[in-house]
Nanobody, 124 residues
Framework: VQLQASGGGLVQAGASLRLSCVLS????????MGWFRQAPGKDREIVAA????????WYGDSVKGRFTISRDVAKNTLYLQMNSLIPEDTAIYYC??????????????????WGQGTLVTVSS
């Protein structure tokens, strides 16, 4: 199983970006999947998650109303549409597969998978 993330870049505040994560070796709808991010000097945090069955979504408070997670089963790809970007969104973004829910948050299970990360930089 491999996850290949792409779509990061340098943008100005207020702009939009769409991140993609192509999954190979498994089916994108078979797991709970999500996006995490890690800003310089900070811990990695969950940004958004999508439920395997039914496609329900979950968002962190800092991105609610601005980011949208989705998946295309035919393309076996996970997306993160990011609108109204702010400098605080600057981070390396990682896609992940096989998320678990515990203590009111998401984490990647012991047999889960990570993409390689894509850098998003938002200038003010």
């Amino acid at each position: 199983v491999q996850l290949q993330a792409s779509g990061g870049g340098l943008v100005q505040a207020g702009a939009s970006l769409r991140l993609s994560c192509v999954l190979s070796g498994h089916t994108v709808s078979a797991w709970h999947m999500g996006w995490f991010r890690q800003a310089p000097g900070k811990d990695r945090e969950i940004v958004a998650a999508i439920i395997s069955s039914g496609g329900g979504t979950w968002y962190g408070d800092s991105v609610k109303g601005r980011f949208t997670i989705s998946r295309d089963v035919a393309k076996n790809t996970l997306y993160l549409q990011m609108n109204s970007l702010i400098p605080e969104d600057t981070a390396i973004y990682y896609c992940a597969a096989d998320l678990r829910w515990r203590s009111s948050s998401w984490y990647v299970g012991p047999e889960g998978y990570w993409g390689q990360g894509t850098l998003v930089t938002v200038s003010s």
